[in-house]
């Protein structure tokens, strides 16, 4: 279903949706792999970050654009390592 | 049970250590004389050009071996490691062509800056794990190619960077025993030089593994609870890893340039990097030479597959009755170079499921199931000449029942 909404934006070849993969990747990451709620709101926010600071600062215009998406998950896993909404996990020896 | 069995420190067992390693030097000896009209010619190795896929395999081999130490050692996954061969490769190749520097001093700065980055994207790894980390790691693949595109004035952007005609040409080293006289003696200097350093590389790192470092790595991969518990260092071994993996990347890419001089943004995509992982699974993460096979498989399956479907007359000849009808139908698709990756799939799928360890661990299973090296401990067979008791023979006595009353043995350890 995804696949048949993104082929209409994009031009439709076989490696057309290794971009789709990285940004659903991106987006299960940021909110948590084991968050439902997460993937939809991280899902909003990568792709806000990465338009709106696509637009806004000029070095890293269009070219740069996927690079901050990435980084902001970087940031953001490094404060919280299981993802926005991802449940805690409990180590044992 | 293994069908033979070898006594320790027997002439056969000694033979048994030392011929597989001389077949492994002869093999890699081969290729420099495959060209020659007195030799058999094995596969399509009868003119000295098409040596050059086996110096690429060597130089995926090196690459290989580079992410092992991360994934296969110490338990971290990493995706980036194609951003790792980039850099060295880029570091090469903007220092030959707009610095004048030779290919072999480009080495250690490259390596060097490849460890650097590597130890920055460890950094990451303290605080995360598993698949967030391999998520973060893929990034580092994914923006690779795009900033390469945007410093294009740096790194020649789309249309990729190779030193200006007639400069920077390489010459062969005088120890090599080939010189650039002929067409095609190039291919062979280079596998020369090719071969010479990635057994240097292969022999530091199974060093590098067997070490005080290496062993931390291990136990950090087992349980990284108690490793830090028993003294390991988490933080600095952990970057450390990354580190040593991405210099070994990044003398991959090196040796890449040595190869064919010529950098393009598509060449160290994410594809690479994760092509590269299935090598390592498919050759046996967790073994210095799961390497190699991972890198055949990496750099021939894609080959063989391209040349197979235009023209089925090299194929070995066996395999090409029985699938001859799957090659007939795909010679007549379209894209059929592109076929390479479902067998990419298709191969790692069937490694996972019959081979847990790579191909490596499989050759040794199959080894142990049919040769048996048999202890044969010195003191115990000292100790009953000595007593004038009857001399152990294990092959005779796996169990050991004949090894008589143990109190000396006892008294000593007392």
Sequence with gaps: LAGSLIANTTLLEPNFMSRVLIYSFAAATLGGLDSLGGAV??????????????????????????????????????VRPNGLFGSKRVERV | MASIRIRQGTPAQRAYAWVPWILVALCFIYPLFAYKSWMPAVGSLDQAFRVTPINEVICYAVAILGLNLVIGYSGQLSLGHSAFVGLGAYTTIILVSDHNWSFFTTIPVSAAACFLLGCIVGLPALRIRGLYLAIVTLSLAFVFPTLVLKYGSLTGGPNGKKPARGQAKMDPPSWVPFNNAGRLASPLWVYTILMVMAVILFILARNFVKSRPGRALIA?????????????????????????????????????????????????????AIFLVVGLVIGGAGTISGAVPGALVYVFIPYFMSAWTNDQSGMPVGIKQITRPLFDWLSTRQGKGAIAGVFFGVLLLITVFILPGGIIDGLRRLRARIIAVTPNPGWLRDRNRTRGLKPIDPLEDPAGSNVGPLDDVIADNA
Excluded: C, W
């Design chain 1, 41 to 78: 709101i991280a899902g909003i926010i990568i792709g806000l970050v990465e338009t709106m600071s696509g637009g806004y600062i000029k070095l890293i215009g269009g070219t740069l654009a996927p690079t901050t998406a990435l980084v902001v998950i970087v940031v953001v896993l490094l």
């Design chain 2, 220 to 272: 950090v991969r087992d349980n990284q609870t108690s490793a830090a518990v028993s003294g390991v260092n988490l933080p600095i071994y952990k970057v450390l890893a990354f580190g040593v993996s991405a210099a070994f990347g990044g003398i991959a890419g090196t040796m890449l340039m040595i190869n064919k001089p010529f950098a393009s943004d598509t060449q160290f995509t994410i594809q690479l």
